[in-house]
């Protein structure tokens, strides 16, 4: 991932966890499962 890519997330809280949605700046992840693109994502970041 390049290092000047930038993205628009919110961070927030839903009863009482913290949660992160990426609004823009994640590359499109094709196909697979969930499990498998929660891997790629937490790889990638």
């Given at each position: 991932?390049?290092?000047?890519?930038s993205?628009?997330?919110?961070?927030?809280?839903?009863?009482?966890?913290?949660?992160?949605?990426?609004?823009?700046?994640?590359?499109?992840?094709?196909?697979?499962?969930?499990?498998?693109k929660?891997?790629?994502?937490?790889?990638?970041l």
């Amino acid at each position: 991932m390049d290092d000047d890519q930038s993205f628009f997330i919110i961070d927030s809280h839903t009863m009482g966890e913290p949660t992160r949605i990426i609004m823009n700046g994640f590359p499109e992840v094709v196909g697979g499962h969930d499990y498998g693109k929660e891997n790629l994502s937490a790889k990638e970041l």
